[in-house]
């Protein structure tokens, strides 16, 4: 005896055919489409107030793009130095940028790791004291980069030490706070096998959990380091050194030749820590 099944699958042609009989009936609500019309209207009406209140006026935008073109043209074509002792000045300078990032981002990953295991669910069974590293980090990330070194400028003088300060410390809420979310990703049965074969709780962080977090961890500190290589140039321009204090002073003494060449210079260095960070990625991950 044969058995009719209880359900059949609908077609996405019968659907369509269905919704072009009655399309009344796959309408959403009406209170829903009330608040999805009255999300879009404030969304466009603070789109629309922002515009105004910025002056984002067309006149505005055309002049504007007219002066940066003539920006560009006093910038082509680029400076070459012709002398040592003016190129290693910039040689330098690309150095220290390189060297704060390296720096800042190694004190931070450093400082990071163990507070990043006091930050993780999985691993710290206390509430408050977790919710507590948690909200610390929280209070570390809402200082920019940009205020910390303002702030160590003051209390250390001008240098690199400042930007290395600043770096560091911003990292420090960024990378525990990726850190410990990597960390609670990780999964439990590994940590589960270490402790049933008679190991311990560092034995399971050593031998369970920090293989499946090693390559997350690396990527994280990876990326980080070639956008601190962007921040040291901005750091640089406030005071901290870097090759920002020499874009600065070219671009204020109207040397857009030289800002250029310093521009490419900076883009050259940001593309070839990519290609390196590309290589320890395939290194240590594989690809």
Known sequence: MSVTPLTQEVTPAEIAAAKARMP????????????????????????GWCLYDFDFSPNRIFSGLER????LGFMFPPHIWTEW?????????????LSMAFLGSLLGAVVAFPLAFFG????????????????GFDVIRSFETLILALI??????????????AIAV????????L????????????????VASGGSGTQAIRFAILPQVFPVLLSITLYNFESNVRSGTILGIVGAGGIGFLLSDRIQAYMWDQAWSIIFLIIAMVYLIDWLSGLIRARFIGR
């Open 24 to 47: 009344l009936a796959f309408r959403a609500p009406l209170s829903q489409r009330l608040r999805r019309m009255a999300l879009w209207g404030a969304f466009l009406a603070l789109f």
């Open 68 to 71: 940066f073109g003539q920006v």
């Open 85 to 97: 002792a003016e190129f290693s000045e910039i040689l330098n300078g690309l150095g220290e940028t």
């Open 120 to 135: 993780a669910k999985t691993i710290n069974k206390m509430n408050w004291l977790r919710l507590g590293f948690r909200r």
């Open 152 to 165: 160590f400028i003051r209390a250390f003088g001008l240098g690199p030490l400042s930007g290395v300060l």
């Open 170 to 177: 911003a990292e420090i809420g960024v990378l525990a706070k």
């Open 179 to 194: 850190y410990s979310e990597a960390i609670e990703n990780a999964s439990n049965k590994p940590v589960e096998g270490v």
